[in-house]
Structures are given as structure tokens and as C-alpha cells.
């Protein structure tokens, strides 16, 4: 049975406070929400998994290479239709022979996802990545969006002791309409705190029940990381139990983060193994509209870093996030773009995630694409293929104001505004080759010749309705 | 292998023009041109046209170049479109003295045109960013003017140019444009005026950029034994370069200078067996403030990094030990990319005959600059006063 090795977190750099949605609104209706992440312009569940997945596997001490089995939850996929995880293998560079499973549906998703991690056969990473959206009016007030990713190994410091489930058709509590990307509640607020308290009640019991051998007592657990579409409800759906509040706080984000949907709970989770000591049980409940309910048990800790993520940010207006998520109108560009084939796309993709150049057999020197003639040497060579360094040097930098992108850009102009694009040195074994690439994370024009950037995967720009991903640079923090 | 020489030279009006076609400015060019040899001439004399576009609004990809010598009557001569972005027209011109000097014609068409001001912004923009590399560069969401940005950041952090050097370029070149009635930005500006412009491509303001332009232009090369019965004046291709680099400015060793350009000036140099101190007036590629700049270095008028000291000095104005872009250079005369090269050797042409509207003091050695897209390809063209200089 696989055990918690690394875990992993990312929250996107924005951050709205309550108040700003408060005075948009003159209401707020995310009980005990402060402050939440706001996925900008570039960002996605995909870019978040991908974010936390790195963060797992470079705090593990397993290799890409070595990963048999992917799991991904998320109820926000780039796509209705598309199998979403292979681009996750893409990007961490994770071989072909990777099994892959995509959980979606519900908020459940992150538990079914964890499931089949620990019954993986070979290290798994599981990571649950999401970003809802709703009505700006309504719904959309807690929503916040964040990723969290597991390592698991047969070693790892986290083992978990049991897991129980409680499954009804409880449908409507949290929907989506076939369509629309904003999600909706019937909005019938005694009928929905009753079904969640049942169903996370009935979870735990049947964990506390020893149906899996399990000795467990809610009273003597040190942590619990319940479902928390806001930060009442982990006290309010374990009412039933006598989990103690210090417990429930260890394991509550969403203060600070918002609803972030299939992966709230996972991130409490994260919370949770941070603050534990070595014995420390954890509990966690995940809830999801349409499903029910499932609990696991965890004994030990593990780092995942996520007080410095929360600490980080940068705060936007209410307007600012409006653009961001693009609520504020879309853009219909004129005019076509330069069109670059989908057959064309596909053979660049392990240099736009893995920043794969070739190295000349004859004279050493990189070239970037690794493709034609040498660069330096202009022979034609069978390249060798090396991943360039994650972090490199701006050589040359200019910022894309207002209104002057490129069609393919527009629509992130629209949201993100200005930004700037930078040609990065980067470097492998004593050899340097140069990308143009955008910078992210980061105010138009604080970023200057010499300064040094690191290589994140976001979104690019959608062709015919679909995203493309690939390597765009953020500063390093000091 | 016999000599070339330019016989006649002429362009239309550069500006928006939204009354004419693509035909109808050739023809302005073409007429121009004839008109501009001295000799009665005889269309039918040309034996073969070269024609540089590309294509903006996509009005006549195919067949550009029949397209519109049929037009101006140059009926059933061989006729090759030349697309190489912003140097179509300076290669079209390489071909047509290629194809004299070969003995393939005696007297061959050089020219170019291009109509940039009828489609939509949005779709400009596509057209003029097709010229740059486009699975990475494009598509990391530079624009045209995005690259000569970043070669300028560079160039500024490597060597210290400075915003005000840029503007500078703008000073000058509006200022020579001015006194050209066929320039499309004919006015003057002031230093401040030119600092405190919008900006485009940070550190680009608008008056770093030159506009999308309407226009055509046209050649006329004949050999040594027609030139002569053709004209009084002709003028003497002296020496030709041209290289190609790479297409993207991320793939190239240095992001302040453009390899292509320093390769065709040594072979151009080579050729004509004198040096960048000989050159007496030059039209250089100045689609941004920056290119100028570059220019001069990679041209060899000054060391790298030294353009701007040159700028300052005045070397380059009118009345300077080199003027540069009398004619107002991309920058006011405009920039319609097809006809830019040819456009170029007209000014030239114009300025070695005592013809120019700037002119200088009695030049014998003429320099064009050509380049296309941000360095992907680039041609110099050196000539020569045919008396050698005595007038």
C-alpha cells in the first residue's frame, strides 16, 4: 500500500479580499472567506495541477521517469470532452506508459483520486487542481481556485489507516448545466447543511465503525480537513462528531483561499500534514454534490509549503478580477492569426513544457528548436536531445501594451493587460541558447535585461476552442 | 560580364490612398521611372521584371508580379515576383542587375509595391507580423515592433542608448521627409515631441516606429552599352550584398546588431572595392529607431555601439560627413513594405544625378539598406556616379 511521500500546493499569485467583493455587491455571501486566490488570465486547473505536481515531485525523491500512475481531479477541465491528464504527463515530462485516471463530476473528486493512488501499484501522483466559477451576483463569491498534489510512495511519511464512504444520488446541491462554466446551487439552504452533515456524518461513522480495521476515535483526532465551500461549514457538517475546533482549524483553508472546489479539501490537507507532528492522526472528509460523502484517516506529517504559497500574492480590485476571470465581455478578433497547424503544434510540445533544445554532436553548441541545421555550425546533425536549466537570464525584454497583442492574444491582453515578452538565456552544461517567451507573475515592466526568471507552464492562447500550454518565465522571488 | 547601371528611377506618392489600387500606384511608379530616363524611352526596351510584395490583405498573392506589369503594358515578358518581407523589392533589384549583368536582358525592371491602409487594424497586424518567426516568436505574443523592442532593450543595456537617441532618429528623418513631397508623414517634429509619444513596444514610442504606408516604386537597369545611349547620367551599380539570417531574432548571437546586414555590406564593399569612409550618403532601413542605429554599426559607419554618438554629432544630417535617410527614411516617407527597397535606390539614384529634394554636396558613392522582417534577410547596394565623382 502506497503512503504519503511529498506533497505539493500552488495558489495563483492574485488575491481579492472579501470586502472589495462586499462594496461591489453589498453583500457577501462566503461565510468566514477573508481573502481568496483568483486564477488569472493564464491560468487553469491544468497550470495549477502542473504547478503542484512539480512542487511534489522535486520535495519527493522519485524521479519523473519512475511515476506509474497519475491521478487528476478537478470539476473545472480546460475541456468538456478531452482526456485532460496526458497533458499533465506531457508537461512533467512523465513516460508515455504513465496510467492515467481523470476524476471529475463533483467536489468528490479529490477523494476517488487519492483512492486510486493508494491502490496504485508503483509510485502515483495524485493531484487535485481546480478553478469554479459562478455568477458574479451569486455563486461566484467564494470561489476561489488552487491545486494540491500527492506523492505516494511505499515509503512515505503519511500512511493512511482507513477510508469509508457514504454514497446517495444527492443531486442539485452544486450543479453545472451541460454548456455553462458557471456553477449554480439550488440554493434551499436548510435542505443542503442537512445532507452534507449527513452525509459526512455517516462517512465518518462507517470509518469510526472499524470497517476497515481501523481504530478511530473523532474526539482524539489532531487535525480534520472537511469539506469547505466556506469556512463554516467544516464545523457545521461535522456537528454530529465531536471533532475538536483546534483539529478543524489545522485542516481549514478556505478562509484564505476560497472554494476551490475538487481541490479545497485536498488543501486542507496539505494544512493539516504541515502543522502535525510524526503520530498525529488527520482526518479528512470530502463531500461532493451528487455523490456523498467519503473519510480517510492519515497518521504522520509531511511538508508541503503552503504557508509560504498563502503568504505570497498580490491584490486586485473587484474590476481587476472581474477582466481577469473574464467575466467582463469576450473579444471576437478580425483578422485570423498566424496560423500554426495542430500536427505543427504537437511535435513542439516537449520543448514548450520541457524546454527540450538538441546539442550538435559535432560542435556541442545548443540550438533551440532542436530542428534544421545546427545553429552554430549549420551542418545538419541528429541532434542530441537535453532539457535547458528551468531558470535563466533576461537578455532582451519589451512590454505588449493595450490593444497592440497579436489576435491569438487579444483575449488575454483583454483580461491580463499589458505584458511583457523577453528573449531568456538559458542553459545546459556550459552551452546557453535563447527563447522568446512571455513573462508571467509579474507587473509590465519591472522586470529588466540581467534579471532572472524561472519557467512555469501556462496557458498560451486557444486555437478553435482549444488551449494550448507551454513555458512562459516568473521572477524569482528574492 | 558586362556592367549594370540604373537609367531611370521613380516612385509614387508614399501615404494612404484609398482612391487608388496596387495597379494603379505601380503604374504611377512605372511612369515615373520611364519618365525620369533621359532618352526618349521605349517600354517595350525591357526585357525582363522583377516585382516585390507581400501581399498585405492578401489582394494578389499568386502572380503578383504579371499582375501588374500586364498593367502598365509590359506584355509577355518573363516577371517574378520577389517576397522577402521588407526586402522584397531590395532583392528584385538584385535580379534585375543579376539578369543584365548575365546578358539574360539588356534593360530589366526592378520594383515593388504594397497597399497597408484599407483592411483593419486587426487585420494589419496579422499581415505585418506574418513577416516574423512565427511558431515561437509569434506565438510568445511579440509583435512586429515587440522584437526591434527587445533588440532596443538590448542594445540600451549593452551600450546605454537612450530613449533620446531614439527620438532622435525620428527628428531627423521627419525633418529630411519635410522637403519630400512624395513622403507620407511630411512634417516635422521636435524632440519632444518625439519623447513624449504613446508607447508602442516599451522602450518604442510611436514616433520610433514608421507607419503602414501605400506605394510603389520602380528601377530601370540596363547594361553598360544601352545605359549609355539611354542616359546621360546613369548611375553605376557598384557593388551588391545580401545575405539571409536567421528569422527569429531569439536565434541569433547578438540582439543589437543584424549579422545579415554586416554580410551583405562586406560582400557590397568587396564588390565595389571601397569602404564605409567612401560612402557619401545612404538610405538605411529604419522601420524602427533602432534599426538606424544598428544600421550605422553594422554598415560600419561607426564601432558598435557608437551610433548614437554619431547621431548626436550630426554626422548623419544633411549638411553632415554622412547623411543618412535624406529622403525621410521609412520613418516619414513611409514604409510600404514591397516598394521600400526600390524606393530606396530612387533617393539614390536621385541624389548622385543632383536630383534630390535634400540634396547633398556633390556625392559620387550611394549606399541602400534593405532589410526584411526583423534581420531574416538583407541586401546593400553600393553606386557609383558613372563620371566617377566629376561634375
Redesign the interface.
Known sequence: MNRIAAVGVALPRLRISTAEIADAWGRYSGAGIEEKTVAAADEDALTLAVEAAESALTRGSVAAADISVISLATTTPPLDTEEIAPRLVRALGLPPSTTTRTFTQSTLAGAQALDSGFDADGPALVVAADAPRGDPADADHPFGAGAAAFLLTESGSVERLGSASHVDELAGISYRERGTDELRGLDITGYERNTIRESVTSAAERLAGNVNGVDFDDAAVDGAAVFQPDARMPSRATGNLSIPREALARGTVVGRIGDAGAAGVPLGLAAAFDAADDEDRTLAVFFGSGGGATAMLFEGRVESGLDAALDGGSAVTYPQYLRERGYVGTVD??????H?SLP?WQR?LDQRYRLAAGRCPKCEALT??PEGAC?TCHRRVEFERVELSRTGLV???????YG??????AE?QRRDGA?D???VELEHGGESV?????LTDVD??TV???DEVRAVVRK??EQEGVPRYGAKFAPIEE | MTEAYVVGAGQSPFGSFPDESYRSLFETAFDCATASVDAEFDPKRIDEAFVGTLGVGGRQLGLSGPAVTEHVGLHGIPTTRVENACAASGYAFRSAVASVRAGLADVALAGGYEVMTDTSSDHTKWWLGVSGETEWERLSGTTFSGVYAQMASAHMNEYGTTTEDLSRVAVKNHANGARNPNAHLGFECSLEDAMAAPTVADPLNLYHCCPTTDGASAVIVASEEVAFELSDDPVRVAGMGASSGHVGLFQRDTFTSIPATRRAAEAAYDEAEIGPSDVDVAEVHDCFAIAELVAYEDLGFCAAGESATLLREGVTDPDGELPVNTSGGLKSKGHPIGATGTGQITEIFEQLRGEAHTQVDSPRYGLAHNVGGSGGGATVHLFERADGGER
Open positions: 478578433v478580425a483578422g485570423g492569426g498566424a500554426v505543427t513542439s533551440f528548436p545553429g537578455r532582451a525584454v519589451t512590454a505588449i501594451g497592440g497583442a497579436p489576435p491569438e492574444f488575454q505584458y515578452v523577453a528573449l535563447t527563447l522568446p517567451a512571455q509590465s515592466g529588466g535585461v540581467g498560451l492562447y
